[in-house]
């Protein structure tokens, strides 16, 4: 047995670096949640507010950047920042970003998508071989 343990203190730390990745690979429902609690945590939802290619924001440090990383972003489009929760904010984030959220299998998409994620695929062998086969 494990146990999956959420580090609060790299929170901020996982949304400066999403930008830089094409995917985010869960292999179980507790990962999911981990990273959907963390990540959440340390999101300003008042990101969404600004274009995608130009604003990546973390709320507890009120660090800003402005960056470049993904210039082709053009959906300015985003949900009111008081109205939404945060899963929903995540998923958003993760979706104007361009990031996929790839599971191992069945059952961590289903705790993908009860976190509010959009999981754009699932490995049909539920093990790491399969889960390459989604990135390829």
Known sequence: LYET???????????????????????SASAVRAFC???ASALDVSAL???AA???????ANVHSVSAANPAAEDTSAPAAGSVRKA?????????????????????????????LKVDKTAKTYNIDGMIDCIK
């Open 5 to 27: 343990l959420d580090d609060d203190r790299k929170a901020e730390e996982l949304i400066r670096t999403l930008p830089l990745v094409d995917d985010v690979t869960f292999c």
């Open 37 to 39: 609690r963390m990540a």
């Open 49 to 51: 507010d600004a274009p």
């Open 54 to 60: 130009n604003v990546h924001s973390v709320s507890a």
């Open 88 to 116: 929903l904010s995540l998923s958003a984030y993760l979706e104007r970003i361009h990031i996929r959220v790839i599971c191992i299998g069945p059952v961590t998409e289903k705790a993908a998508l009860q976190c509010g």
